[in-house]
């Protein structure tokens, strides 16, 4: 098993010294999605929703999340992010949401991606919730990620069923 490092040598959290480590390019890639009801569905992809445009709204909102990850999440660093990037796919009864991260820096850029995901399908939820309030968030997870110490990542596929 790989050693945990945000815990000291007494077992309590600390934050992970990355000031020896070189800087080196890291993207990470992230997804999930949101499922519900068809009227739900038909207003955001038709434009037709009472709060305006969701997905522009969503993927501001994934943005800014990725910009705060470490107000968030205890122990992470605040990163000086190059570039996050959140999309949108309408995919039978929902919407696939990926969000990629990047930088030069010393640690990943992980966090920040899953973040940028989980806030932009919080948001489509809060502007879609009057016409579904039955709205299942899920299968949020780190699809890839590229560069640092310990090298390239994919996801497995997963099994449809």
Known sequence: MAELTHLDADGHARMVDVGGKGETRRTARAGGRIT??????????????????????ARIAGIMAAKRTADL????????????????????????????????????VE????TAVSVALLTIYDMAKALDKAMVIGDVRLLEKRGGKSGDWV?????PA
């Open 111 to 114: 966090m920040e991606a899953m």
């Open 155 to 159: 996801a497995p596929l997963r099994d």
């Open 36 to 57: 519900m009801n068809a009227a739900a569905l038909h207003a955001i992809r038709s434009g037709d929703m009472p709060k305006g445009d969701v997905l522009a709204a």
């Open 73 to 108: 999440i205890p122990l992470c660093h605040p990163l000086a992010l190059d570039s996050v990037a959140v999309n949108f796919a309408f995919a039978g009864d929902g919407i696939d949401v990926t969000a990629e991260a990047s930088l030069s820096g010393r640690t990943g």
